[in-house]
């Protein structure tokens, strides 16, 4: 089972908490703040692979309010520079977010997060 958001880009495995989510974006870093509103409450999940490419944003979300969630199997993205090794999604944060609330995932250049859901 794929689910991609562009042709070079594939998630595979989904874990069940993720089904029927929607795939905003597959990779991609924060050179600039990002603020986004969502027109019905929801939940909004960003996936990471270990590091370095999560360059500690982890730790930097948490402080600002965003939840770890339990990964219930191990999955992993697939896209052109694709290692198995190197491309497992290791850590899950997420927040809820009500409708119209404001959400802003600050900058944080250099580093990737490696896909937003919204559940």
């Known amino acids: 089972q794929l689910w991609n958001d562009r042709d070079q880009y594939r998630i595979r495995a989904l874990p069940v908490n993720f089904e029927g989510a929607l795939l905003f974006q597959l990779p991609f870093r924060l050179f600039a703040p990002v603020s986004f509103t969502l027109g019905t409450a929801a939940e909004v ?3 990471f692979v ?3 490419r999560d360059g500690e944003m982890p730790a930097t979300l ?3 309010g965003w939840a770890r969630q339990r990964l219930s199997r191990r999955f ?3 896209g052109a520079a ?6 497992q999604f290791v ?7 009500e409708s119209s609330q404001k959400g802003i ?5 250099g580093e990737t997060v490696m896909a937003l859901l919204i559940c």
């Open 62 to 64: 948490e402080a600002l």
């Open 82 to 87: 694709a290692d198995s090794e190197t491309n």
């Open 105 to 109: 995932l600050p900058v944080h250049s």
């Open 45 to 47: 999940v960003l996936l």
């Open 91 to 97: 850590t899950a944060l997420s927040m809820t977010f």
């Open 76 to 78: 992993d993205w697939h």
């Open 50 to 52: 270990g590091e370095p």
